[in-house]
C-alpha cells in the first residue's frame, strides 16, 4: 500500500454507513479534493493506538468480554510495518511514494491466545486452556492506488501464511483477503475488507474437539475428530477521525467492528454449536497518535 494510504489507515478505524437517502441521490458525490504535499509521502512516520475492543470470549463463543487493544503502524527508511490484532508484519520491498503500484512481501508473527483464558461458558472451561501459540510465517501481495473515488483510494490483494512454531496446535493458517481504503477527507478515512482463513486439522481438533473425558468433564458431546479446511469468512468495516483536521499528523480516533461466520466443522463443533455461536463480531474504538 502506497505510503500515504498507510499513513491514512495509521490511526485505526471508525464505521461509517451510507443512508439511504444515498440511493436516492440522481447523482454520484464527487470525489474528494484532497491535496497532500509530495515531501510528506516520504517522510519516516509511526502511529501508536490503544482502547478497547469486546470480542467472543474463545472462538465460537456467544458470550463476550472486554479486553485492551492496541496498535502501531508506521514506515521507516521506506520499509513499512502494521500489526493487526495480535499479528505483526513487515513489508521488506521499498516503495516509491509515487508509485500507483504496491508490491508487499514480508515476514509476520502473530500470538494465537485462544482458549488461553477469559472463558465465560463453564462447560468450555471444563475441557481445559490451552497455552499461547507463537506463529510466524510470511505474505505477499499487491496493491494500486488511485482506483474509484480518488488519487488516494487503494485496493489491494494479500495472502498471510503462518505456522505455530510452539507446537501448541501444531498446524498452519492460510488467510487471502481483499481490502479496498480511501479517504473521504484530511480528516476521515475508511476501509472495507473480506477474507477467509484455512487452517489445518490439528488446529481443528486442538481448540474444536471434544474427546471422551472432556465430554464427560463438561456435558458436551463427543466431537473427537473435526477436521480442517475454511475456517471462517470474515468482513471488517473500520475509519478514524482526525482531531487534528489531519490524518498524517495528530490525533485521531479510530474505530473497527468485524463480522466472522464458522464454517464446516468448527461451526459443528459443540463448542460452537451447543456452548456457542457461528456468527462472531469484534469491536474495538480508541484514540491513537501519528508522529
Do not use: C, W
Not at 480442517?228 to 468482513?235: D, L, M, Q, W
Not at 487534528?244 to 466443522?265: A, E
Request: no cysteine.
Amino acid at each position: 500500500m502506497p505510503s500515504f494510504l498507510r499513513l491514512l489507515a495509521a490511526a485505526g478505524s471508525a464505521i461509517v454507513l451510507a443512508g439511504p437517502a444515498l440511493a436516492q441521490q440522481a447523482d454520484p458525490p464527487p470525489a474528494p479534493r484532497i491535496e497532500v504535499d509530495p515531501a510528506a509521502l516520504d517522510r519516516d512516520t509511526i502511529t501508536i493506538g490503544g482502547g478497547a475492543g469486546l470480542v467472543p470470549s474463545y472462538e465460537g463463543s456467544n458470550d463476550y468480554v472486554v479486553i485492551p487493544v492496541g496498535a502501531v503502524r508506521g514506515r521507516v527508511n521506506g520499509f513499512n510495518f502494521m500489526s493487526r490484532g495480535l499479528q505483526l508484519s513487515a513489508d521488506l520491498l521499498r516503495e516509491k511514494p509515487t508509485s500507483s503500484i504496491d508490491l508487499m512481501a514480508g515476514p509476520v508473527a502473530s500470538l494465537n491466545l485462544n482458549r488461553t483464558g477469559r472463558i465465560v461458558d463453564p462447560r468450555v472451561r471444563a475441557l481445559g486452556k490451552r497455552k499461547v501459540a507463537l506463529e510466524l510465517g510470511g505474505y505477499v501481495g499487491i496493491g494500486k492506488t488511485g482506483v474509484i473515488t480518488s488519487a488516494y483510494d487503494n485496493l489491494a490483494v494479500r495472502v498471510s501464511y503462518v505456522r505455530d512454531v510452539t507446537g501448541v496446535h501444531d498446524s498452519y493458517l492460510l488467510t487471502p483477503s481483499i481490502e479496498y481504503g480511501t479517504p473521504l477527507s484530511r480528516r476521515v478515512y475508511v476501509g472495507l475488507g473480506v477474507s477467509a482463513t484455512l487452517v489445518g486439522d490439528r488446529y481443528a481438533q486442538n481448540y474444536f474437539a471434544v474427546d471422551a473425558a472432556g465430554a464427560a468433564r463438561s456435558g458436551l458431546p463427543v466431537f473427537a475428530q473435526p477436521r480442517g479446511g475454511v475456517k471462517n469468512y470474515t468482513g471488517t468495516l473500520l475509519a478514524s477521525y482526525a482531531l487534528s483536521g489531519d490524518l498524517l499528523h495528530g490525533v485521531q480516533l479510530f474505530t473497527i467492528i468485524s463480522y466472522s461466520r464458522l464454517q464446516g466443522d468448527f461451526a459443528r463443533s459443540p463448542l460452537t454449536s451447543v456452548a456457542g455461536n457461528p456468527n462472531q463480531v469484534y469491536g474495538a474504538v480508541g484514540i491513537g497518535y501519528t508522529f
